[in-house]
């Protein structure tokens, strides 16, 4: 027996010399790597083991050797959009990565109407895409629902290629976002989802970044948990985010804001903290366009208003954009309105024009800009109208005027070009103008180029109503 002792004690430090290379899931078979980028490759073998990573596009070999900690990196030059591709990692075993693409890379998150997919009620638009064949130009990287404590460096997932049973559990937003691109650009597009219904913007930020501000660890405190969604800061962060910092993308898309009507005048700084912790996490300023949330019956009148006029507010932080979705659905007590490919379009029209510097005009919806009096009229100026804006209908909805006394009347108005002026009989000398401010309104008012006026008010008076 003390002989076998010893052999076991002398054959053990050799299997170890042996241990396998290993790749995280988000390294794997199909993944789209960014284009014309230094991308990370990464994994996990023994102490001060030697990889050999050959790439198929240019036949060259480079190496690593693993740290200490059992770990290796290595950044490899990615060419020109382009593939399929194959990546060969090789040391005391062989993993060839095959249908390996290299195009666009976006990160894709929120909650439910980001979520929204083919077995959501009222799912209509993915339809005709389910009888294509498979499209390998686009693949999916669908991480499944999972939180940690701490932040995690491996999620349960693989990157597949859109067809028509990957395409039934994928975000439809993210889909025709990525069908878009694809389409203007002609490279691959990839696609990482990770959005889980009815979160918080909390769950999604790191928990030092919420705990290190005081008004938003504040705000936290005020979330209701709930048993189908993580409550906790940094939770869906730690386990859905946190693994795929190391990979190189171009940009993230992002649709939530309904799980925080019930702390909503922090929303601001809440999802501005979140965006500037992820792009300091992948150490890279990328694009981040974000959907306002649509018209719906919350339970306090003006919450989700409030948290549309949050959302306009973080386009101050540099390298955003966001889509207007006041015009969007017919029927106010359904949270997920069932079209997303007109979402999934204005996405790709911002990212095509900001990121990818393409010829695309009028992919902006109007923005308040400022107001005067003229003795009992109001004028009212826009951004990003410049073609003028339009009614459809026989008068403009949903506008509302107010004097010193702070009570709103339907308002008049006509439109000159781009600027609205507007004024009501019962008001005299007006101080305020309303349109779209409360959470189902659903106005009628347009750019030229189609795009619907975000919803604004002209005052700051606290509308929040006490529960």
């Given at each position: 027996m003390k002989k076998l002792a010893c052999v076991l004690l002398f054959l053990l430090p050799v299997c170890f010399a042996f241990a396998d290379v290993r790749l995280p899931a988000v390294i794997g078979n199909n993944m789209v790597l960014q284009q014309n980028s230094l991308v990370n490759l990464w994994g996990w073998s023994d102490v001060a083991e030697k990889i050999f990573i050959t790439t198929s596009w240019n036949n060259k070999t480079d190496s690593t050797v693993a740290t200490r900690d059992a770990k290796w990196s290595i950044k490899i030059q990615t060419p020109a959009a382009g593939g399929p591709y194959s990546i060969t990692i090789k040391s005391s075993n062989t993993i060839t990565l095959t249908n390996v693409m290299i195009g666009e890379v976006w990160v894709c998150s929120g909650q439910s109407n980001m979520e929204f997919h083919h077995f959501y009620q009222g799912s209509k638009d993915i339809e005709p895409e389910l009888k294509n064949p498979h499209n390998n130009n686009i693949h999916l990287f669908l991480i499944p629902r999972t939180t940690a404590q701490y932040p995690q460096e491996d999620c349960h997932a693989q990157w597949t290629v859109a067809d028509s049973t990957t395409l039934k559990l994928f975000s439809e937003v993210a889909y025709f976002f990525a069908k878009k691109l694809n389409n203007n650009l002609n490279v691959p597009i990839g696609l990482i989802e990770s959005s889980w219904g009815g979160t918080p913007a909390e769950v999604w930020t790191p928990e030092e970044a919420i705990n290190s501000d005081v008004d938003l660890k504040e705000s936290a405190h005020k979330l209701e948990p709930y048993k189908w969604w993580p409550f906790f800061s940094g939770y869906a962060y730690n386990g859905m985010i946190a693994p795929l910092i190391n990979y190189n993308i171009a940009g993230a898309i992002w649709y939530q804001g309904e799980g925080n009507t019930s702390n909503a005048n922090t929303y601001a700084q809440l999802l501005k903290t979140m965006i500037k912790s992820w792009?300091?996490?992948?150490?890279?300023?990328f694009p981040f366009y974000y959907v306002q949330i649509a018209p719906f019956t919350y339970d306090n009148n003006y919450n989700?208003?409030?948290?549309?006029?949050?959302?306009?507010?973080?386009?101050?932080?540099?390298?955003?954009?966001?889509?207007?979705?006041?015009?969007?659905?017919?029927?106010?007590?359904?949270?997920?309105p069932p079209d997303k490919l007109d979402v999934g379009n204005r996405l790709a029209n911002i990212?095509?024009?900001?990121?990818?510097?393409?010829?695309?005009?009028?992919?902006?919806?109007?923005?308040?800009?400022?107001?005067?009096?003229?003795?009992?009229?109001?004028?009212?100026?826009f951004t990003d109208a410049d073609k003028g804006l339009m009614v459809k209908g026989d008068h403009i909805s949903q506008l509302y005027i107010a004097g010193k006394d702070s009570i709103f009347y339907l308002a008049d108005a006509k439109i000159e070009n781009n600027i609205l002026v507007v004024s009501s009989t019962n008001v005299d000398t007006p101080i305020a103008v309303r349109y779209e401010f409360s959470n189902a309104a659903v106005g009628n008012l347009f750019s030229k180029d189609g795009l619907p006026v975000a919803p604004f008010r002209t005052d700051d008076w606290n509308v929040i109503e006490k529960k």
């Open positions: 792009r300091a996490a992948w150490r890279n300023d989700g208003a409030i948290i549309r006029e949050q959302q306009q507010k973080v386009l101050a932080l540099a390298n955003t954009g966001m889509v207007v979705t006041t015009d969007i659905t017919a029927d106010t007590t359904n949270i997920h990212a095509l024009a900001e990121t990818y510097h393409q010829n695309i005009t009028g992919y902006k919806s109007p923005l308040y800009k400022n107001m005067s009096v003229n003795n009992n009229k109001v004028v009212i100026n």
